[in-house]
């Protein structure tokens, strides 16, 4: 792919004359991070239509793990457009759909027997996992924890934690959702040590005295938090939880729609501490860049839906699902597993020695190629900064490296890397950010 950028990314005569287009007729609701168009995209560069050159910390938001121009899915997703766009799986089935849940239930843990439905977005996919959930059990309330991002519709909305931007002014929201606290170590009162142990025995208790486990369908959690912060939960507490809903009839639905295929260094975050989910929402990493989505599980609790129950007219599109099988094939040619383990290294080695140096950085964090570090205005208080966060961003975006930020308050940088990106262009992003410190 192109080489690393020379020119600094600076906002071209063309990107200018979309955006003025753009602003004329695409809902202001709709934000973007940069207000660079792009041309072309792959390898870990986006290139714009000025000739400008990214290097990309995005991956579009975790979506592209094996580029954004992946061999494997441009081949097998043309082949696809070629014999036929649609036909509804709910009217004429075809191979491919069958193929990606055939590969679903190979991949995610647990060896059990498992099914799948396939779907368009993450949201959708977490809907249809509560629809589910309810289906089984019979019962109707949905435990989620702090910091939890499950998506923008009506009932993921309500999933979700943060206000600002999501669930602002959209209300109400749908009921019988209930959140409980999340062991997250950096901000434990007492301590990283004791959040696993101590936050486990909260969210339990909370859930038996103000819900009652007798009328708890399904506990979701990401088993690495997104949106939230790249806040992975103290060990302990996922075992914790998981084995509190198997004791008491719950549906635990790991959300890996972040942190699934590969980004973390394994198949899915949950592996880290043998937790086997019940169901699992996979999304972003899945297709390449295609929009597809499902909802895995046990078979026994999948089929518990009446037929006709679960669908939707473009639910596991043959050209997502041919990306889908094109992105699983380079995942495993490319061992991208060990290529994120790989990213990790690299990344958090220097971050390490940029926080000697700054002292802003209070946590380094994250598993695979999904790493961040939240920003403080002194590490001894923890008190949170934003304004560091942004400013970081807007240096790096100026200097041509795309970075995104995160967190509840929004002082965490977030870096999802595609897990194809070559060492020497790792190590010029992080040039980059290391510079961007020095500025501000
Ligand atoms: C992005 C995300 C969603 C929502 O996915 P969409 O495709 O945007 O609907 C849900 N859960 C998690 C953990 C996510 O990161």
Known sequence: MPEPPDARCRRGPKSQ????RRTATVAGGVGSVLPVFTARAGGGIIEDVDGNRLIDFGSGIAVTSVGASAEAVVRRASAQLA????????????EGYVEVCEALAELTPGDHAKKSALFNSGAEAVENAVKVARSYTGRQAVVVFDHGYHGRTNLTMALTAKNMPYKHGFGPFAPEVYRVPVAYGYRWPTGAENAGAEASAQAIDMIRKQVGAENVAAIIIEPVLGEGGFIEPAKGFLPAIADFARDNGIVFVADEIQSGFCR?????ACE???????????????AGGLPLAAVTGRAEIMDAVHSGGLGGTYGGNPVACAGALGAIETMKELDLNGRARRIEEVMKGRLATMQEKYPVIGDIRGRGAMVAIELVKDPASKEPNPEAAGALAKACHAEGLLVLTCGTYGNVLRFLPPLVIGEDLLNEGLDILEQAFAGI
Do not use: N, R, S
């Open 83 to 94: 014999d036929f766009t649609h036909t509804c799986f709910m009217v004429t089935p075809y």
């Open 17 to 20: 004359e979309l955006q003025a």
């Open 264 to 268: 973390t260094g394994q198949w899915f």
């Open 272 to 286: 880290d501490e043998g937790v086997v989910p019940d169901l699992i929402t996979t999304a972003k990493g899945i």
